[in-house]
C-alpha cells in the first residue's frame, strides 16, 4: 500500500502565495504522474497540475504563469507553488500518483484564499 501525506494549505488573501507538498511512503516502486487536484464547494474535481517522471509538465489554463509544480524522485515528494493566488482558487487539494497499475490520493489539504 501507499501512502501520501499532504500538508501547506490554510488561509490567505488574495494575491498571496502558499506552498503544498505531497510525500508518498510504503509500497513506492516507480512513481509515473504526480499531480495535484482540486475541489470547490459544489464543482467537480478538476485537475490543477501535474508532473511526469521525466519533469515534463501540465497545468489548467486557469493556474498557468501562477503555480509551479515540482517533484524530488529521490524522496518521492511533490510540491505545488501557488503565487498571485485568486479567490477561485479556493478549494480542497489533493494529490495524486500514479504508479502503475494503480492510482492513490491524499485526504485533501484546504486552501482558502480571501477577498
Known amino acids: 500500500q501507499v501512502q501520501l501525506v499532504e500538508s501547506g494549505g490554510g488561509l490567505v488573501q488574495a494575491g498571496g502565495s502558499l506552498r503544498l507538498s505531497c510525500a508518498a511512503s510504503g509500497r513506492i516502486f516507480r512513481i509515473n504522474t504526480m499531480g495535484w487536484y482540486r475541489q470547490a464547494p459544489g464543482k467537480r474535481r478538476e485537475l490543477v497540475a501535474a508532473?511526469?517522471?521525466?519533469?515534463?509538465?501540465n497545468y489548467a489554463d486557469s493556474v498557468k504563469g501562477r503555480f509551479t509544480i515540482s517533484r524530488d524522485n529521490a524522496k518521492n515528494t511533490v510540491s505545488l507553488q501557488m503565487n498571485n493566488l485568486k479567490p477561485e482558487d479556493t478549494g480542497v487539494y489533493f494529490c495524486?500518483?500514479?504508479?502503475?497499475?494503480?492510482?492513490?490520493w491524499g485526504q485533501g489539504t484546504q486552501v482558502t484564499v480571501s477577498s
Open positions: 508532473i511526469t517522471s521525466s519533469a515534463s509538465t
Open positions: 495524486n500518483i500514479n504508479q502503475f497499475p494503480n492510482e492513490y
